[in-house]
Nanobody
Framework: QVQLVESGGGLVQAGGSLRLSCVVS????????MGWYRKAPGKQRELAAY??????NYADSVKGRFAISRDNAKNTVFLQMNSLKPEDTGLYYC??????????????WGQGTQVTVSI
């Protein structure tokens, strides 16, 4: 069974920074793409950033402010969020495409960590 556990969310003033972490645990062969999605109140969940072994990709709304990285040795993905804005407020979910020996490649999700940016 594969589990994703996020941490690092919280309350911050506009212009501040937060760093999210997500650890993947369980029995699997490899992790492919890792990413962060977010869901703001009243809106659909959207992709913030993702990272593969070839590079990174960001939503236009976070380019230049957020940076995604991963530590493959620790099965961990990070999201450094700088210059935060009130519109960044939402529940941030970690996603990982994981190759499980008996199941092949599947997407797994964390429970989410709340980020609240105050004016």
């Amino acid at each position: 069974q594969v589990q994703l556990v996020e941490s690092g969310g919280g309350l911050v003033q506009a212009g501040g920074s937060l760093r999210l972490s997500c650890v993947v645990s369980g029995s699997f062969r490899s992790i492919n793409t890792m990413g962060w999605y977010r869901k703001a109140p009243g809106k659909q969940r959207e992709l913030a950033a993702y990272i593969t072994n070839l590079g990174t990709n960001y939503a236009d709304s976070v380019k230049g402010r957020f940076a995604i990285s991963r530590d493959n040795a620790k099965n961990t993905v990070f999201l450094q969020m700088n210059s935060l804005k009130p519109e960044d407020t939402g529940l941030y979910y970690c996603n990982a495409n994981v190759y499980v020996y008996s199941l092949g490649s599947r997407d797994y999700w964390g429970q989410g960590t709340q980020v609240t940016v105050s004016i």
